[in-house]
């Protein structure tokens, strides 16, 4: 824990953060309403109306004041107010003086507040939250709830005058110039290998005075146990209210290389800057040394070497609580999703919270991050216009923040984006391509696709596709034809899954896995089993597939759903909403990807009430062999193939216990259920 801990203390310890109370009693007021509640931060007003069907819950504004004292001291120094997320259109007023207005609704923003501050006493704070539906950003549309609201904590930032730059100015053809909150610095690595690692630090610094000074950086990389392995010293002249950032490179020899799951070793970039002889300012970032590759015909590499990415997709949300979750609750869903064996998330469809970030990073999880560019990029040339500045501006966003993470291995630029109609989405993905493409040249950009062969799909690096055939469309089988009949096709073209799966609710069930209607009242579990049983190993067969997500981690909230028994409930996950249930399909893949823990189990255990009295029991385990017991006598030793065994039994009027055993490294592991079996009556 000591070292998690650290990691964690990586993106704070490089900035004056004052937590303070500030996210405590908020007076929060909706639109249309006089009530005034106390909430604390974060907190969104859609965490029951945004999940429980219909498709009508609040999308309009949110207010939330807060008096606070500010210290005194503060006077004289830079001051911003930092907001971890707001979704999606906010703006920021100080003692009744608006400040700034920030569109995009998963990345975090701060508005600079020095000369709007009375120092030494009491100030009011008023953040207005927009998420009504006529504000064009990304997500235009999606299949999910848009809840809104504060969604991550907020903090001050008290810099000196002259410092690292966690704001700095970007540039760009669509908006001109804007701020974008920004790690200070950044270890860009040009090329890495097991004998050298060839590395430039990258630093953002800032001159908010109207006198030139010198400028010392002092930067260091040190290894796990904190002895340095190469350092800089360098020493520049910054003008008067200048922002520029400065670059020095490294050599590494033989470095310890960041391995994924088996060995996520990583040093810390550490970096001292003085003025005129005066620490001003320190910054600290994780660094995991690694190449990648993808290759058309083998797949993910890493350092050299076959990494077969497997995982599945992971949204950032709660029952109540929609994204204004806890890091608690971030942990919960990475530690539930990790019994599988899993070395790798798809982080849907938007910026997740900074912890994630880093716990994947200390676990040696790869993570593909996204922006939450969805469905469409706009209807005409104006609204694409107006779509394509705030797409670009939450590009930036995600990899001037994420930049330094290891975890990270590919930036997504889009998902099904051909979806809906409207404008071509082309120029709008080569864009985003070209503003990664400007920061980051060692990771691959990629993009989900519903429809596999459109021009989007050849922007990126390399693509993967959304599959649901045996349940939008065709037959299961139907999808190991289409994905040889892409690379065949296109050879030469990195194609992965990047979506994949069925819905169902743990209460439905059936005898036999038969096709079930999509969008239908009936999604039994047995056919999400056999759904993930047959895609598995269909993907496990096809080593070019770059990387596979399951869709989803979790059953998750789209207020406009209504199916599956449950309204307002995409239910597609390999477990509950709420953490607490993991169906069936969960260890199915426990049983192929968690190689460290023997384990057996028993599938449809929850189809308790049984009118048949033959059945076939079946079972996943990832060992050899499993003997079955059916009320206290041995039926039969079932080898188990491919992670699957099968066993025909026969059940008695009445409650039938089956117990299931198989010898394990440290010992016997077991599985029991009870299933009651009562005829049905004759017509």
């Known amino acids: 824990m000591k070292k998690f801990a650290s990691l964690i203390a990586m993106a704070c310890s490089t ?54 004292e500010v210290p005194a001291e503060w006077q004289g120094k830079t001051v911003y107010l930092k907001i971890g997320a707001a979704n999606m259109e906010t703006t920021l007023s100080v003692n009744g003086e608006q400040v700034g207005t920030h569109v995009g609704g998963y990345a975090s923003f701060m508005f600079e507040v020095t000369q709007t501050l009375k120092y030494g006493a009491v100030n009011t704070l008023k953040i207005q939250v927009n998420n009504s539906k006529s504000i064009v950003s990304p997500p235009l549309s999606a299949d999910f709830t848009f809840y809104g609201g504060v969604l991550r904590p907020v903090s001050w930032v008290v810099k000196e005058n002259r410092s690292f730059n966690p704001n700095p100015i970007v540039k760009h053809k669509l908006f001109g110039e804007k701020r974008i909150n920004a790690a200070s610095t950044r270890v860009e690595q040009y090329e890495v290998n097991a004998d050298a690692a060839s590395l430039g630090l990258r630093a953002f610094v800032r ?132 019994e599988t064996g899993l070395n790798y998330f798809r982080l849907a469809h938007y910026q997740h919270g900074d912890f994630t970030y880093h716990y994947l990073d200390s676990l040696g999880i790869f993570c593909w991050s996204e922006v939450p560019v969805v469905n469409s990029v706009g209807m005409n040339d104006s609204e694409n216009e107006v779509f394509q500045r705030n797409a670009v501006s939450q590009m930036f966003e995600l990899v001037m923040q994420l930049y330094n993470h290891p975890s990270i291995v590919v930036w997504g630029l889009s998902n099904e984006v051909n979806y809906q109609p409207g404008i071509d989405p082309t120029y709008t993905i080569k864009t985003l391509n070209e503003v990664v493409k400007t920061m980051d040249r060692h990771r691959p950009t990629v993009v989900a696709a519903m429809f596999p062969e459109k021009m989007t799909n050849f922007v990126p690096d390399a693509y993967a596709a959304n599959r649901y055939d045996g349940w939008y469309y065709g037959k299961i089988e139907d999808f190991g034809k289409v994905m040889d009949e892409l690379h065949s096709k296109y050879p030469y073209r990195a194609i992965g899954v990047s979506e994949y799966g069925v819905g169902a609710n743990v209460t439905h069930h ?3 896995a038969a096709p079930i209607q999509e969008g239908g009242q009936f999604h039994p579990e047995e056919y999400q089993s056999h759904f993930h049983e047959s895609y598995w190993k269909m993907i496990k067969d096809r080593p070019f597939i770059w990387s596979s997500s399951v869709w989803a981690g979790f059953d998750f909230a789209v207020d406009s759903r209504n199916e599956g028994g449950v309204p307002g409930r995409n239910d597609k996950g390999l477990a509950s909403f709420d953490r607490q249930t993991r169906k069936d399909a969960f260890y199915w893949y426990k049983a192929n990807w968690n190689k460290e823990e023997d384990f057996v189990y028993i599938t449809s255990r929850r189809y308790t009430q049984r009118s048949q009295q033959t059945t076939n029991l079946r079972i996943y385990a990832n060992l ?10 041995k039926v039969a030793d079932v080898d188990v193939k491919d992670c699957l065994a099968v066993c025909p039994l026969t059940l008695k009027k009445g409650d039938n216990v089956i117990r299931i055993e198989a010898a394990g490294r440290q010992g016997t592991v077991e599985d029991t259920v009870t299933w009651n079996y009562k005829p049905a009556k004759k017509k």
């Not at 900035?15 to 909706?30: E, K, M, P, R, S």
């Not at 909430?39 to 819950?57: A, R």
């Not at 050899?624 to 006598?633: E, H, I, Q, S």
């Open 624 to 633: 050899p062999r499993v003997t079955v017991y059916l009320n206290g006598k």
């Open 207 to 338: 001159n908010s005075t109207g006198a030139a000074a010198s400028f010392r950086l002092k930067s260091r990389l040190e290894d796990a146990a904190g002895k340095t392995v190469c350092s800089s010293d360098t020493t520049f002249e910054v003008k008067a209210w200048e922002e520029p950032d400065v670059l020095v490179k490294w050599q590494v020899s033989r470095p310890h290389l960041y391995q994924g799951k088996p060995d996520p070793y990583m040093y810390s970039e550490v970096s001292e800057l003085y003025v005129d002889g005066r620490l001003v300012d320190t910054d600290r970032q994780p660094v995991g040394l690694r190449s990648m590759r993808i290759d058309p015909a083998q797949g993910f590499f890493l350092n050299d070497q076959s990494y077969r990415l497997y995982g599945v997709c992971l949204h950032e949300e709660m029952p109540h609580k929609g994204r204004a979750v806890s890091d608690a609750d971030r942990k919960l869903s990475i530690d539930v999703m990790r």
């Open 15 to 68: 900035l004056a953060v004052c937590a303070n109370g500030i996210n405590d009693d908020w007076q929060f007021t909706l639109e249309g309403s006089a009530k005034k509640t106390q909430v604390n931060l974060p907190y969104t007003w859609n965490g029951d109306d945004g999940q429980d069907g219909g498709n009508n819950y609040f999308r309009g504004v949110g207010t939330y004041e807060k008096e606070v």
């Open 510 to 512: 059936q005898d036999i």
